[in-house]
């Protein structure tokens, strides 16, 4: 039991000092002599990216930007999972084993079918088409 904790001991130090130093930096934040509580106009106004905002937040505006990036999030965090797979597919050592090598295998072609699908079904309904 001793020979465990010796071999954590390293990690509970790193645990203190990083626990220590979270509680520090929030205890000086609140001292006033650090930070000054004055609330200033500069200070209550919106960031808005660095420029001084000049009209009301509340306006329409165009989501097809949002909607294109989600689409590009979701195909790319999609096409992600085919890294891991071919690294472990076909490596010399490790990797998938034999037996399952061929179930694995269906699976992927799977992933990748519905992967085709979803961006057919995306290029057809005009979800790519920027006006």
Do not use: C
């Amino acid at each position: 039991m001793e020979q465990q904790v010796q071999n954590f001991f390293p990690i509970f130090v790193y645990l203190a000092v990083v626990m220590g130093f979270a509680l520090t930096v929030l205890i000086l934040t609140h001292l006033p002599f650090i930070k000054p509580w004055k609330d200033t106009t500069v200070k209550s106004m919106p960031y808005e990216s660095g420029m001084d905002p000049v009209e009301d937040a509340r306006q329409h505006f165009d989501v097809k930007f949002y909607t294109i990036a989600i689409l590009f999030l979701v195909f790319d965090v999609e096409l992600l999972f085919l890294y891991p797979w071919a690294v472990s597919a076909y490596a010399k050592t490790g990797g998938i084993p034999v037996e399952v090598r061929n179930i694995v295998f269906g699976s992927m072609i799977a992933f990748l079918v519905l992967v085709a699908i979803a961006y057919i079904y995306e290029w057809r309904r005009g979800g790519f088409r920027w006006r």
